[in-house]
């Protein structure tokens, strides 16, 4: 299945980005659409997720700030990033939950300049 990300880019502190993700298919067909992010040095982490059921879940560093959300129309996953901090510098990728693993998509890469 592909993924496509974008909307990457470099921001400053306190500004915001949007990232979009469509998928190959219908994201009904996936347990659940998500975010992760992967910091220079440091291992991938989940920064949202959302089930077909709508369950949202966030991770606590980005709550508040960040908003996941789907277009079904358009097979596409937002992630709607606001007052950006240095530390949500990361590439990021979106990823399709297909139960026992996930489909992943490319990265894209945000830079938060201070």
């Known amino acids: 299945v592909q993924l496509q990300a974008s909307g990457g880019g470099l921001v400053q502190a306190g500004g915001s980005l949007t990232l979009s993700c469509a998928a190959g298919?219908?994201?009904?067909?996936?347990?659940?659409m998500a975010w992760y992010r992967q910091p220079p040095g440091k291992q991938r982490e989940l920064v949202a997720s959302?089930?077909?059921?709508?369950?949202?879940t966030y991770a606590d560093s980005v709550k508040g700030r960040f908003t996941i959300s789907t277009d079904n129309a358009k097979n596409t996953v937002y992630l709607q990033m606001n007052s950006l901090k240095s530390e949500d510098t990361a590439v990021y990728y979106c990823?399709?939950?297909?139960?026992?693993?996930?489909?992943w998509g490319q990265g894209t890469q945000v830079t938060v300049s201070s």
């Open positions: 959302i089930t077909t059921a709508g369950v949202l």
């Open positions: 298919r219908s994201i009904f067909t996936f347990n659940a």
């Open positions: 990823a399709a939950d297909r139960g026992f693993d996930n489909y």
